[in-house]
C-alpha cells in the first residue's frame, strides 16, 4: 500500500476548491491570465447587528510568502498529481503572485460590506487564492468576534480561552486561540499557540489529576498538597486549585484552604492563587467561597469559574452577584458556537479596470463594485461616528475626507438619510492599508501583524472608540457604513443598466 505523502506548506495555498482550477485552465485557454482582477473579502453580517473583529491577516500574507518561497518543482509534484490539464500545470509550476493585498490590520473592527481585504492580481493568481483566504478569515473572524462578545460581556472580569479540545483539528485549536486573544481574552490554555505567537499559555488542573490520588477528602487534600509543593516556585507559580470534583463546599473549598495555609500560601504570596470552581449553581458557589477564602484571611484569593460559560450565561452571573476574577470559556469561542460559520465572501469588483457588479433578488448579496478602500471618520469627542467606502481614484468624497474639508455622507437607500460634516468637526482613519505590492511584502506593516498582544491593544482601544450604544451585545445602535457619491452613482448606474437589458428582454419576448 502506497505511503501518504506528507504535505508541505504549499498545501495551504491549493487548499482549494476545485472549481479555482477549472476556472483557471478556462482563462489560461482563453488568454486571460494576465487580465488584472480585483477581489473583495467581506461579510455580509454578524450575529448581534453590529461589529466583527479581524484576525487572520497575517496568515494570509503568509501564504503569499509560501506560493512564492515554494520551488517550480515542488509545485509540479503537487500540481501533476491535482490537475489533468498540462498546460496548466506548467503554468502553476510557474505560478508566482505578483499583485497587491490590501487590507485592515487584525485587531481591527469592521462592518458588513466593508471590504476587509481586496486581492488586485493577475486573474489566476487571484483566483486560485480564494478558498485559502476564505478558509483563513472566516474560521478566525467568527472565533475573534465570539471573543469580543464574552469579553464584553465579562468586563471588566478577565475571560481565558480554554478550548482547543473542543476546537475543529490542530489549526483552528492554534490560531483560533490567537484570535481569541486579539478579541479581548487575556489568556488561553494551548502550548502550539504560545510557541508560534509568543502568548504564554496557562492551565490549572484537571479533576484526573485529583483522581489519580485517590478517592474523598483526604485524596483530593493530598493532592492539593503535592501540587502546591511542586509549582509554588516554578517560573509559572500560580496555584489554582480546583475544587469541585467531590463536593465544593463540603470538601473542596474547606481542603484548599487548609492546603494554602499548611504549605503557607497567604497574602503575601508573590504569584497567583485561589480556587477553580467547573460545577454546580457558580453564582451560589462563587460568593460561598469569596466568604469562606476571605473569613479565612485569604483575601487575595482568585476564583476562576468555568463550565460551558458564553456571554449571556457570564451576563445572567453578574447580575446575580457572582464573585469572580476570571472566567474560563472553551467551546462558546472555541468552535464560535453559537454562530459557526462567519459568512464572509470574496468577490469580483472589477476586471482589467471595469467595475463589475454582482445583482441578486436578495438584495443583500448585491455586491459593491469597484476598487474601493474605507475610511472611519470620528466626531468631536473622537468616537467613530461613520465608515465611508469610497473608490480609489477618481472619487471627490475621498478627496473630501482626506482634506478635511465639507462633506455630506448619505445612506445609498434613502435620500432622506444624510450628514452634513463641517470642516474641523471631524477626524478620518485610513482602514485600508497595503500589505503587498507588486509581489512584494511590505515588511514593516507585515511584522506588526507577528505582535498578537499589539493586535489585541489595538483592537481595544478601536473599542473605546465606539459608543456604548453601538456596542451593546442586544440590539446595538445600528452604526452608520456609507458609500461614497462615486461609488453610490457607479452602483446604480451598473443597476440600471441590467435592468433595462432585462426590460428590452421581455418587451422583444411579448
Avoid at 250 to 279: Q, V
Avoid at 311 to 338: F, H, M, N, P, W
Avoid at 365 to 389: C, T
Wanted: hydrophobic share 35%; glycine share 6%.
Amino acid at each position: 500500500m502506497e505511503r501518504e505523502i506528507v504535505l508541505t506548506e504549499f498545501a495551504r495555498v491549493i487548499n482549494s476548491d476545485r472549481y479555482q482550477y477549472t476556472e483557471s485552465d478556462i482563462f489560461l485557454m482563453e488568454h486571460m491570465e494576465d487580465k488584472e482582477a480585483v477581489f473583495d473579502v467581506f461579510f455580509r453580517k454578524t450575529e448581534d447587528g453590529g461589529f466583527a473583529v479581524v484576525s487572520g491577516v497575517q496568515e494570509v500574507i503568509n501564504l503569499i510568502e509560501i506560493l512564492n518561497s515554494t520551488g517550480e518543482e515542488e509545485k509540479r509534484m503537487y500540481f501533476s498529481k491535482l490537475i489533468h490539464e498540462k498546460q496548466l500545470v506548467e503554468y502553476l509550476s510557474k505560478i508566482k503572485f505578483t499583485g497587491d493585498i490590501y487590507a485592515m490590520r487584525d485587531g481591527e473592527i469592521a462592518y458588513p460590506n466593508e471590504p476587509v481585504i481586496t486581492v488586485k492580481a493577475p486573474l489566476i493568481e487571484a483566483k486560485i487564492l480564494e478558498t485559502p483566504i476564505l478558509n483563513i478569515m472566516n474560521m478566525q473572524m467568527a472565533i475573534a468576534t465570539k471573543a469580543s462578545r464574552v469579553t464584553r460581556a465579562a468586563y471588566p472580569v478577565q475571560v481565558s480561552s480554554f478550548g482547543s479540545r473542543r476546537a475543529h483539528g490542530f489549526d483552528s485549536a492554534v490560531a483560533g486561540n490567537k484570535a481569541a486573544i486579539i478579541g479581548g481574552c487575556t489568556s488561553h490554555s494551548n502550548l502550539v499557540t504560545e510557541y508560534k505567537y509568543g502568548v504564554p499559555s496557562i492551565g490549572t488542573m484537571a479533576h484526573s489529576y485529583i483522581q489519580t490520588f485517590g478517592v474523598g477528602s483526604h485524596a483530593e487534600r493530598v493532592a492539593f498538597d503535592t501540587f502546591i509543593k511542586h509549582r509554588r516556585n516554578r517560573k509559572s507559580n500560580a496555584l489554582i486549585l480546583l475544587i469541585d470534583t467531590y463536593n465544593t463546599i463540603g470538601i473542596g473549598i474547606r481542603n484548599a484552604i487548609d492546603s494554602f495555609k499548611a504549605c503557607g500560601i497567604d497574602d503575601n504570596y508573590p504569584g497567583i492563587y485561589g480556587i477553580r470552581i467547573d460545577s454546580g449553581d457558580l453564582a451560589y458557589l462563587s460568593k460561598k467561597c469569596r466568604a469562606m477564602l476571605d473569613e479565612a484571611g485569604l483575601t487575595k484569593a482568585k476564583i476562576f469559574l468555568t463550565n460551558s460559560l458564553n456571554e449571556e450565561l457570564i451576563r445572567s452571573l453578574r447580575e446575580q452577584g457572582v464573585c469572580a476574577d476570571t472566567y474560563g470559556v472553551g467551546d462558546e469561542i472555541a468552535v464560535s458556537k453559537s454562530n459557526p460559520c462567519f459568512g464572509g465572501v470574496y468577490k469580483i469588483v472589477e476586471i482589467d479596470n471595469e467595475p463589475v457588479i454582482k445583482l441578486s433578488e436578495d438584495i443583500i448579496k448585491i455586491s459593491n463594485p469597484g476598487f474601493k478602500e474605507v475610511y472611519r471618520i470620528y466626531d468631536k469627542e473622537g468616537l467613530a461616528y461613520a465608515d465611508l467606502i469610497t473608490l480609489v481614484k477618481n472619487d471627490s468624497d475621498k478627496e473630501k475626507l482626506v482634506n478635511g474639508k465639507d462633506i455630506t455622507i448619505r445612506d445609498e437607500k434613502y435620500d432622506f438619510k444624510f450628514s452634513d460634516l463641517k470642516e474641523g468637526s471631524y477626524s478620518v482613519k485610513k482602514l485600508t492599508r497595503t500589505y503587498v505590492k507588486a509581489g512584494e511584502v511590505i515588511t514593516d506593516e507585515y511584522e506588526k501583524l507577528f505582535d498578537v498582544l499589539g493586535s489585541q491593544k489595538y483592537y481595544l482601544e478601536s473599542l473605546e472608540k465606539i459608543s456604548a450604544e453601538r456596542k451593546r451585545l442586544e440590539n446595538p445602535h445600528k452604526y452608520k457604513v456609507d458609500l461614497s457619491e462615486n461609488l453610490i452613482k457607479l452602483k446604480y448606474d451598473m443597476i440600471k443598466t441590467i435592468q433595462s437589458e432585462i426590460l428590452k428582454d421581455d418587451s422583444r419576448k411579448k
